[in-house]
């Protein structure tokens, strides 16, 4: 059985759940995020883009309800020892598959809650649920329930969180001699994603962002790729991953001398991040977090440069994206507390100049102030 944790880990998990059910009065949760069933139960797959569902009852027993392909992914991975396979066939709707398992745990009538908010659940899978059990049970959104319990990480998760960091640093070491005129952006996406590979790590959540001259001002990944000029920009967003845990990091890097407007930009970035070092800690909420960047942002004048967002909590993720719920936005009530992991990012794209500026790590949070996970410096990276 391949677990990352001791059983005594996931046995404290699976107390916080059944405690948080009994404060939300539900009967039985049913998990479809693939995050939750890996927090829980160790359960590793990528299974998850077909229907699955792991019930949790409030006695703390859990029933997998999967694929043939997923049974022994399963059994090899996780703690779970029921496991329930649904049969693929023409018309199937596994969603009575699941009825008649609630049917048979006694949950007729009970109050049940349903992870909504997960790409582990799509809208075709959720009209189907919707439409079996609506008169079976009464359903209530806990899309968060093990969302918020995921937040706050014990030492062994913080030691994988630590290790992913140590990948995000090799992946920018590897790409570093690479970024020059006439380098190709997929020699360096290849040399960042090695490392990570090569360091024991895995695949990340989404994919790694990297984009040089006007495709520097994109936060997402494209295919295609181009060659660096002998003035150029180049923005990065990755992750070092270990045991599926992310320690993002963003930057964006000269080639040749830097415009006057990329190192103001770059002073702005730097300005913002240390107003937000400066509040992230526990006392502050994810919503201050924001406005700390946002009144340095606009006191700069780049209010239509900047995001309205600026990072989010990360941990252990799946496909397609490494961002957990909680983020960093206008009103955000959530409050910080030691031992999350937060990935704080700038990101400045002004269209009308062509100029990108980028700047972000991911950091532990503590009783007081937070620790930086990467290594690295912020200084503005001049390649030549």
Not at 64 to 86: F, G, P
Not at 119 to 129: E, I, M, S, V
Not at 190 to 217: C, H, R, T, W
Request: net charge negative.
């Amino acid at each position: 059985m391949a677990l990352h944790f001791e059983r005594e880990e996931y046995a404290a998990r699976l107390e916080k759940l059944t405690a948080s059910m009994r404060e939300e009065k539900l009967d039985a949760i049913l998990l479809f995020a693939q995050e939750s069933m890996y927090w829980l139960t160790g359960y590793d797959t990528f299974g998850f883009c077909f229907f699955q569902c792991l019930v949790v009852k409030a006695d703390g027993t859990m029933t997998l309800l999967t694929r043939s392909a997923d049974l022994r992914q399963a059994r090899q991975t996780s703690n779970i020892e029921r496991i329930v396979v649904w049969t693929d066939r023409t018309n199937a709707d596994p969603a009575l598959d699941l009825k008649n398992l609630l049917s048979d745990l006694d949950l007729l009538g009970e109050r049940i809650g349903v992870e909504y908010d997960t790409h582990g659940l799509t809208g075709a899978n959720c009209r189907k649920l919707d439409n079996q059990l609506q008169s079976f049970a009464e359903l209530v959104d806990a899309s968060y329930v093990v969302s918020r319990l995921r937040l706050i990480k014990s030492p062994a998760e913080i030691a994988y969180a630590r290790r992913a960091a140590e990948l995000s640093d090799a992946a920018l070491d590897a790409a570093m001699p690479l970024i020059k005129p006439g380098a190709d952006e997929a020699d360096i996406l290849a040399a960042m994603q090695g490392a990570v590979f090569s360091g024991g790590g895995d695949y990340p959540a989404n994919e790694f962002i990297i984009g040089s001259g006007e495709d520097a001002l994109l936060c997402r990944y494209k295919a295609g790729r181009r060659q660096l000029t002998e003035t150029d920009q180049l923005t990065l967003e990755w992750a070092g991953v270990f045991a599926h845990y992310h320690a993002p990091m963003m930057r964006t890097v000269i080639i040749g001398e830097p415009t006057p407007r990329h190192v103001e930009l770059y002073e702005a970035c730097r300005l913002s991040l240390d107003a937000i070092t400066e509040i992230l800690r526990p006392g502050h909420t994810f919503g201050e977090v924001f406005d700390a960047h946002a009144d340095v942002m606009d006191e700069h004048g780049l209010t239509r440069h900047r995001l309205n967002a600026c990072g989010y909590a990360v941990g252990a993720r799946f496909t397609p994206s490494w961002m957990e719920h909680q983020m960093f936005h206008a009103g955000n009530p959530l409050e910080i507390a030691p031992d999350m992991t937060l990935f704080v990012h700038m990101i400045i794209m002004d269209s009308e100049t062509g100029t990108a500026m980028t700047l972000g790590q991911t950091y532990l949070t503590t009783a007081d102030a937070p620790e930086s996970l990467s290594a690295k410096p912020l200084d503005l990276i001049i390649a030549s």
